[in-house]
């Protein structure tokens, strides 16, 4: 059984910065970050497998980096030059298959969330 949980979200002025922290345990080969804003759909932001290849969603190159610990099993996200149309809740995912992917239906382990603001 894999738990996630995350930290370090917070709210932000435009062009902040936030680092959010996914604590894990269980086994975690691939592990992503999403996030969704009210009224919208669950959207793939990050995700990382154990060979460290990584994918992002495209508004997001450039300015999230995500990257993980392995000693102490956490995943990050570093998120620079933040906008409006990034706040949104975030969560961290796990999954024992291959990556990495974006793909919401591949994981089978979920974070509780944590709020990310961005205000202009």
């Known amino acids: 059984q894999v738990q996630l949980q995350e930290s370090g979200g917070g709210s932000v002025q435009s062009g902040g910065s936030l680092k959010l922290s996914c604590a894990a345990s269980?086994?975690?080969?691939?592990m992503a970050w999403f996030r969704q804003a009210p009224g919208k759909e669950r959207e793939g932001v990050a995700a990382i497998d154990k060979t460290d290849t990584t994918t992002y969603t495209e508004s997001v190159k450039g300015r999230f980096t995500i990257s993980r610990n392995y000693p102490n099993n956490t995943l990050y996200l570093q998120m620079n030059s933040l906008k409006p149309e990034d706040t949104a809740m975030y969560y961290c995912?796990?999954?024992?298959?291959?990556?990495?992917?974006?793909?919401?239906?591949?994981?089978?382990?979920w974070g509780q969330g944590t709020q990310v603001t961005v205000s202009s």
């Open positions: 269980g086994d975690t080969r691939c």
């Open positions: 995912a796990a999954t024992p298959g291959w990556g990495p992917t974006l793909e919401p239906r591949i994981y089978a382990y």
